[in-house]
């Protein structure tokens, strides 16, 4: 199971740092997914992270959101710049095998962690 952590209130233009942690499973194998979901609307990908590194962001997010990952804490990583109030959702972090984009694919999920974006 994995843990989100590092939400909270902030205003538009601020930033947060969210962590990922799991327990009794490496992310050094595993492609790591952040997802958010905002009230009323589906769960969707934000940015990923490959076993090997490589990074996909959602159009949305491109230039003001950064995944990262630190194999030997065993932690990943989203750092939120410019925050947005369409930002705000509860954001969670999953993992899967190879490389995708499809939620169906990403598992482990644990509680997600709120953001909220004041105007």
């Known amino acids: 199971q994995l843990q989100a952590s590092g939400g909270g209130l902030v205003q538009a233009g601020g930033s947060l740092r969210l962590s990922c942690a799991a327990s009794g499973r490496s992310f050094s194998r595993y492609t790591v997914g952040w997802f958010h979901q905002a009230p009323g609307k589906e769960r969707e990908l934000v940015a990923a992270?490959?076993?090997?590194?490589?990074?996909y962001y959602a159009d949305s997010v491109k230039g003001r959101f950064t995944i990262s990952k630190d194999n030997a804490k065993n932690m990943v990583y989203l750092q939120m710049n410019d925050l947005k109030p369409e930002d705000t959702a509860v954001y969670y972090c999953?993992?899967?095998?190879?490389?995708?984009?499809?939620?169906?694919?990403?598992?482990?999920w644990g509680q997600g962690t709120l953001v909220t974006v004041s105007s």
């Open positions: 992270i490959s076993s090997g590194g490589s990074e």
């Open positions: 999953a993992v899967t095998w190879g490389w995708t984009r499809s939620r169906d694919e990403f598992g482990s």
